[in-house]
């Protein structure tokens, strides 16, 4: 259970699970093709067979390469600026949070270089940035050295992500780099995103697994899977009016607004955490709605800018196999497949105009996943979001 949830942490949190365990590596400078090769699989197709990754994406290349590893790319509103994750300081082996400028490729470093970070947004309006971090745990420096003592050592272990109860959200001005911390409960405080005005944050917290009275069973829990007590607040961005927005068992994680801000996107696990799936509610936590039902590991959902469809990543066919999918935003549709290549595609996340799309993907065959941008065809998104089947009816119309 444990391993199938850090895999698909990655979303915001987000490339921390699978796409690392595959070798999620190192998101750096440049704009080198790389050619895509589509490989056939024997599982059946959710998107019309007339409908290929090459109808979707055109000019596929790996945009990044510096670092062990790196991703979760968002971009500012005007698509100028692009945050992501990157491990690439030479004494923290942890993920530090950078900028890339989109027009000039230069990259900027954001966080202190101390600590744990992870889920960086950018906020409308000014350009400052939303991060999670660690820097204030007084054993950060303590955790760096062990952790770089034991990749030294050559040993090797499964990646994990652990959910480090000290992880807080900050936001930092880059010009200056002052920053202001948003959160400050014991638990673990991430994958934030900002609301379309800038006024509201959204974020996964699991602080009701330290601030409350809890059950024998409920503590053995939290020692084995703190996610089990993941849950969705919004905040505002001048730290009041703190809510809850979820009340389930297992795992909320992962939101994002829809461009218009009346609704959020996130996935939900289920108790036992063998499957997810994606979900949208409204900005209040109203009105929660499923949206998928693959029986498989659907997250790292990302609305369309022009709030048509939502982009996400699925296990469907393969355990370690994940693909990107589109859905429309009622789920009334089957999903549409839109990768078609073996290993890890996912954390899809378009551009403010809509027409690129920023993915993570270790089809180069590389030790560990890259960022990769493509052209995005929008019209073939709607025509084959068209010809999709209702949900749970095949294509002759019969369920």
Known sequence: MTTIKQIATLSCTTIHGLATNLGLATLALGLLAVPVEATEHAAEESAPAAFTESDFLKRSRRLIFDGKRSGEGYFSPDGKQMVFQSERIDDNPFYQIFLMDMETGDVTQVSNGTGKTTCAFIEPGNGHVLFSSTHHDPESARLQKEELDFRASGAERRYSWDYDPQMDLYIVDPATSNERRLTTALGYDAEASYSPDGKWVVFSSMRDGYDGELTAEEK?????????????????????????????????????YFPNGERIIWRRFSEDGLTANVWSMKADGSDQRQLTDFGAMSWAPYVHPSGEYILFASNKHGFSNFEVFMIDVAGTKEPVRITNTDDFDGLPVPTPDGKQLVWTSSRHAGKGAQLYVAQWSHETAMKALAAAPLRGMTEEGSR
């Open 220 to 256: 053995k829990i939290l020692e084995v899977d703190p996610s089990y007590f993941g849950e969705l607040y919004r905040i505002r961005t001048d730290g009041t009016g703190l809510e809850r927005l979820t009340s389930v068992p297992g795992y909320d994680g992962g939101p994002f």
